[in-house]
């Protein structure tokens, strides 16, 4: 079944260190693709979003992701986390065929736990 | 900075009670969505509306679910009869610039 497939479910690490989150999704065509954070207590936030072009993509508060189309694979990243960088990670894509109506499919969540 | 607003956060009901969930979108934004997180589970999509219409829906959406857009602020999802099952957070969102800005989600719990 088509799906969107976050690996890591939770991770845990201390501060400064490197972050990678992987994102796979099964869908063929044009995708448009976005990482949601949703901090403890509040509401999902927008992250970072790719629609075309550089394939490298930058967002808010450090953060960036990769398209990659032949792996079927949008990577979020950031160099150095931060405690406060602690909550939970959604990958989510907007299949072909949805472009107009705007329908998100998520992924599970990865859980980020940085240690201060 | 504008944001979804959602009404109530915590709703407790019992089976086969009608409920509704309310939202006011962001004022310019014209897509509006309604998605849902059962505990553990995936955020799922319910239905996207747009120009006083439904555009798409899954199959989770059937004749118990409906939505509507009464006024020019409120969007809101009706479930007829809930069921256990509907038990879940419910996430009211809006699209703008190309990316969807959602609420803080109603807790829908039923006994």
């Known amino acids: 079944a088509q799906s969107v497939s976050q690996h890591n479910h939770h991770v845990i690490l201390s501060e400064a260190a490197s972050l990678e989150l992987g994102c796979n999704y099964s869908?063929?065509?044009?995708?448009?693709l976005f990482w949601y954070v949703q901090y403890p207590g509040q509401h999902l936030q927008l992250l970072l979003k790719?629609?075309?072009?550089?394939?490298l993509v930058k967002g808010i508060k450090g953060f960036e992701a990769e398209f990659i189309k032949s792996k079927f694979s949008f990577n979020l990243r950031k160099p150095s986390v931060q405690w406060s960088d602690t909550a939970e990670y959604f990958c989510?894509?907007?299949?072909?065929?949805?472009?107009?109506?705007?329908?998100?499919?998520f992924g599970q969540g990865t859980t980020l736990q940085v240690k201060p | 900075e504008p944001e979804v607003t959602q009404t109530p956060s915590h709703q407790v009901t019992q089976m086969g009670q009608e409920v509704i969930l309310r939202c006011v979108p962001i004022?310019?934004?014209?897509?509006f969505y309604w998605y849902r997180q059962i505990l553990g589970q995936k955020v799922e999509f319910l239905v996207s509306?747009?120009?006083?219409?439904?555009?798409?829906k899954s199959e989770i959406f059937d004749d118990q679910f409906s939505v509507e857009r009464p006024d020019g602020s409120n969007f809101t999802l009706k479930i007829r009869s809930t069921k256990l099952e509907d038990s879940a957070m419910y996430f009211c969102?809006?699209?703008?610039?190309?990316?969807?800005?959602f609420g803080p989600g109603t807790r829908l719990t039923v006994l």
């Open positions: 509306f747009y120009n006083n219409e439904i555009s798409e």
């Open positions: 989510a894509v907007i299949p072909d065929g949805s472009s107009n109506t705007g329908k998100l499919i």
């Open positions: 869908y063929g065509g044009t995708v448009n």
């Open positions: 969102a809006s699209r703008g610039a190309g990316a969807q800005f």
């Open positions: 790719y629609f075309s072009g550089d394939p």
């Open positions: 004022s310019n934004h014209l897509y």
